[in-house]
């Protein structure tokens, strides 16, 4: 006897349920997950990401340099943190996405590429640009959302 899964789909047509291997990511809620937690497929979309974004950035016209600053702090920045929030990834992984990041916004900000990276990712208040990190921001926005559960009394699981 094979019994194979199924499901039913719109019209109630039986479906062979597809099965999939625990490290295959799938796209849920914007972000891509595995059921082993692996988080490697989601770093090849926000690489995507990444080289869509330097394209962009590329073809605007170069003395525009506000609407090239406020495209990676309203709209870049969001679009790559989004996904992150269900995934635990450490500051390794996030370093081939965060190296041309600091390389596009050293131009924008009109700085040389070898400007310390120290400088730039230190706070305002001690002489830094505030510049912060994509795994810096990761680990603000996981404690922001754990601050948030502690306060609502809602269950983490």
């Not at 899964?5 to 490290?23: C, I, K, M, Y």
């Not at 969001?78 to 965060?98: R, T, V």
């Not at 305002?124 to 603000?140: A, D, E, K």
Request: charged residues 20%; glycine residues 8%.
């Amino acid at each position: 006897i094979c019994i194979t899964p199924t499901t039913l789909d719109n019209s109630g047509t039986p479906q062979p349920v597809e099965w999939l291997e625990a490290d295959d990511a799938q796209r849920t809620l914007g972000s891509f997950i595995a059921p082993n937690g692996s988080f490697y497929r989601q770093l090849e979309v926000l690489h995507d990401t990444l080289n869509a974004w330097r394209n962009c950035i590329k073809n605007m016209h170069s003395g525009n340099l506000c609407a090239k600053w406020l495209c990676y702090k309203n709209v870049f920045i969001k679009k790559i943190m989004y996904p992150l929030i269900g995934h635990s990834i450490d500051e390794d992984a996030l370093q081939q996405i965060q190296q041309p990041v600091d390389k596009e916004v050293l131009h924008i900000l009109g700085l040389n590429e070898h400007f310390p990276r120290a400088v730039l990712k230190a706070p305002l208040m001690y002489g830094g640009l505030g510049c912060t990190s994509i795994h810096g921001q990761h680990v603000i926005d996981k404690l922001i959302l754990f601050i948030h559960h502690i306060r609502e009394q809602g269950r983490i699981s």
